[in-house]
């Protein structure tokens, strides 16, 4: 076919093919801009946990992989000792992130360990699960987070995996002006620990000094937010003003820009939409309302755990 085009033709072509390669190399990167701020409303989870909770509220039910985010941060004993007791899940993935205090974890596959401080852990619940998180102390400063991320159809039912990560596994970074923990995803030329997560997530704890600037490169196809835990951090070309206690969801882009006068740490988020329907139950997420009332059904048989 192309023989019979004239040589004109073909080297017009050529031309336009070219231009187009060094336009393309010549894009500026699209910024992430704040699009909406959402405010962490107390509630009370597990067996009287007090927390807040900003995804996965009225607010913002979900940002597609994300389900919810929660943050638990007390030093009253009363507002953490009731703990978790054991509960099911199915269809999704849990990741807990602890900043200061103890949990102990326990699961019906016989799986026990201890989340520490600056530990992780990243499991996926998959076809079912049972586990207990139990606060390991009496007194003192409990304070973590706990994110759901959504699985898609075709990964609800798999195995469930478990990846936990000790402080020392967690790579640190100097980024800018930041001090960087990569839990998950690449930043700068290195690999977070967290792998094999079907979303590609990306998850840094981000530590800014009085007048510091932190940037950072994210996959354009990616849903992502930010949620700041102390100081205040101006998001975005445009300065949009995010405090503690407040998640930022962003607009589509390739690079995000953070700023904070007078010092701020952030987690931020990013992963892969799924694009698929989500019915969602307490601590299962399906596709289907029949999928929940089998899950329900097999929590109560006891074949939640079976697969």
Known sequence: MLAALPAAALAACGRGARAG??????????EREVVQRIDAQPTVEG??????????????????PFLM????????????A???????????????????????????LGNHGRLGPGSTQWMTAGHGIIHSEMPQQERGLMWGFQLWVNLPAARKLV????????????VELAVDDAAVRLIAGEAHGHRGPVDGI????????????????????????????????EGTA???????????GQLAVLSP??????????GARLLCFAGQPIGEPVARYGPFVMNTEDELRQAVADYRSGRLVSG
Not at 159 to 170: F, K, M, V
Request: glycine share 8%; no cysteine.
């Open 234 to 244: 101006a998001v975005g070309t445009g300065r949009a003003i995010v405090g503690a």
């Open 159 to 170: 195995r469930p995996r478990y990846q936990d990560l000790a402080p020392e596994r967690i």
């Open 82 to 108: 009731p703990g978790f007791p054991s509960h099911p899940h199915r269809g999704f993935e849990t990741v807990t992130y602890m900043l200061q205090g103890a949990m102990e974890h326990r699961d019906s």
């Open 198 to 229: 079907v979303t590609a997530p990306q998850m840094l704890d981000v530590s800014l000094p009085a007048r510091g600037t932190f940037r950072h490169t994210l996959p354009p196809s990616h849903n992502a937010f930010v949620y700041v835990f």
């Open 21 to 30: 390669a060094r336009r393309q190399e010549a894009a500026p990167a699209l």
């Open 47 to 64: 067996a009287g946990v007090k927390l807040r909770r900003s995804l996965g509220s009225r607010a913002l039910p979900l940002l597609d």
């Open 69 to 80: 985010l929660d943050e638990f941060h007390s030093d009253d004993p009363a507002d953490y």
């Open 253 to 262: 882009g390739d690079r995000l820009q953070v700023r904070s006068e007078g």
